[in-house]
């Protein structure tokens, strides 16, 4: 009898044993490419039966004491995407005690023990380490590890805007409140809270550490870094680097008008700043510059290189049919929500303007990361980074066209429940913002697809040049010969050079994540120790 026993018992442990395995095998695997921060955070699950605990923890010790490590090389050993790293990561984070600290001084704290730096998903998980640490010591004080996280992109983009000469005017506090409505789980995080971090970081700017010898390794990260004078304009955040204006590439350049009419929160822009005014427009890489005149790039004038400039990627120019009041102007519509108009000298003008932004928005803008998934109702549009694309020009083109597929498929169904009448204020608001969103990207991606289109058919040769991440110097041919003019009439599309192996990402403010994950890897930049 206990023989039967011991068999139904080790045949039900061998069956639960099976399902266990099977579930386990439907769970797909990890994007090492496109790991979402949720998948992020849910990536914390290992093996300690894999992991060489007392390894990783002799190792936690000696990057948290700085024994025979620097502090710049700190992040490497954490943000590795396996079971060693995270135990090491983990244990590192047990050295530091955030116990009844707000989430400004935790992260001061963390942010002052070693440099975050390497690229966008290891800088992802080393700050995913540190919400997870802080939630553990302040059980209760937010809904989840993610709302910390949200929480802590908010607090470090909150200094660059603050602190940085960013463009156009600084971060309100009610602003700061309103960009994070219902990003606490689908709740609004405490008003108070919110408050005093805003007040913490206006008053306080966060510092970020650097090495102290004058290292070999400093010395060569210190010359690929811009001048002193360029870093003070653009403020400096550890994780996107200023936009080279000197070395980049220049597509178009001439004198323009221009008028504001929204600002990059999405909000008309005020009545006295919406008046129109001359400038030398200059398009080098994905950076619109407006100048005074065509000498703005000289170095006695480089404090209005970033004064101005606007951030072209993921951005949309059209001919503003609607705008009757003055000839040849395009709309210039912006990631972040803002929307310009620019006045030509003429209708060649006008169309050779609006060619080369998009051409160069669908050559060169990244592919969209994926949108919010939450309980809250609140439509959320997913995060447009400002980083170059990896692809090549084929490979975008078809990017191009399978986001057209899935917007057409994603509208149709949209539309198909609209509203009753009787619904909430909220929820009509809601599906109309959805509808113009979608219509709005519909719009875009059929533009990029058909410039990027027309542009393999008629010079299949210059497919391999966009295989790097951003745009680099001209062949000593020079530029490609002008493209035949599009349908519709004006001036043709410039093709872009050939690339080198560097790589030139932008900054933008539009998002928390995507300003903080986009730019390619951090470097250090001693300018009083500031993160903005």
Request: net charge neutral.
């Amino acid at each position: 009898m206990t023989a039967a026993n011991n068999n139904n018992n080790n045949n039900n442990n061998n069956s639960n044993n099976n399902n266990n395995n099977n579930n386990k095998a439907v769970s797909p695997p990890l994007s090492s490419e496109d790991e979402s921060d949720v998948e992020s955070l849910h990536s914390f699950h290992y093996s300690p039966k894999a992991v060489d605990i007392p390894s990783a923890n002799r190792l936690a010790k000696r990057l948290f004491m700085l024994d025979g490590f620097k502090k710049s090389d700190v992040s490497r050993h954490l943000s590795k995407n396996n079971d060693f790293s995270r135990v090491v990561a983990e244990e590192y984070l047990k050295y530091f005690n955030f116990e009844n600290d707000t989430l400004d001084i935790a992260l001061r704290k963390f942010l002052k023990q070693f440099s975050l730096t390497g690229e966008t998903q290891e800088r992802e998980r080393v700050l995913v380490h540190f919400s997870k640490r802080y939630l553990d010591c302040n059980p209760g004080s937010f809904n989840s590890q993610d709302a910390v996280h949200t929480l802590t992109c908010a607090i470090m983009l909150l200094n660059t805007d603050l602190h940085g000469q960013n463009i156009g005017r600084k971060m309100t506090c009610t602003e700061f409140i309103e960009n994070l409505s219902e990003l606490n789980d689908g709740d609004n995080f405490p008003r108070e809270v919110l408050k005093l971090l805003y007040h913490a970081i206006k008053t306080y700017p966060l510092e970020w550490a650097l090495d102290e010898d004058g290292d070999e390794c400093g010395s060569q990260l210190q010359q690929k870094q811009p001048s002193e004078n360029q870093q003070n304009l653009a403020g400096n955040n550890p994780f996107l680097d200023v936009p080279n204006a000197a070395t980049a590439i220049e597509y178009k350049k001439g004198y323009v008008m221009r008028k504001s009419c929204v600002d990059s929160n999405g909000k008309k822009t005020p009545f006295g700043k919406r008046g129109w005014k001359m400038f030398y427009c200059t398009l080098r890489d994905m950076v619109l510059y407006l100048h005074k005149d065509e000498h703005g790039f000289r170095k006695s004038a480089l404090s209005d290189n970033l004064h101005n400039a606007i951030r072209i990627h993921h951005a949309l120019a059209t001919k503003a049919a609607d705008y009757t009041k003055k000839q040849h102007v395009f709309r210039l519509q912006t990631a972040d929500q803002a929307e310009y108009l620019f006045q030509t000298s003429d209708s060649k003008e006008l169309q050779s303007w609006i060619d080369t932004i998009n051409f160069v928005c669908a050559s060169f803008s990244a592919q969209p990361l994926a949108g919010a998934v939450g309980s809250q109702r609140k439509f959320q549009r997913p995060l447009l980074p400002c980083s170059h694309t990896k692809l090549n020009l084929r490979e975008q083109l078809r990017d191009h066209e399978e986001r057209v597929l899935k917007l057409e498929a994603e509208l149709e169904e949209h539309r198909k429940y609209p509203p009753e009448r009787s619904a909430k204020s909220l929820n009509i608001q809601n599906y109309r913002e959805k509808d113009v969103y979608l219509h709005y990207e519909l719009k875009r991606y059929k533009t990029y697809a058909y410039l990027l289109r027309s542009r393999i058919s008629q010079y299949p040769e210059l497919e391999p040049s966009l295989v790097e991440t951003c745009i680099g110097e001209v062949d000593e041919g020079g530029a490609v010969a002008l493209m035949e003019p599009m349908a519709g009439g004006g001036g043709g599309i410039i093709p872009p050079p050939v690339p080198d192996r560097r790589t030139s990402p932008t900054t933008n403010r539009y998002s928390y994540r995507a300003a903080i994950y986009s730019g390619s890897a951090g470097s250090n930049r001693d300018n009083g120790g500031d993160i903005g």
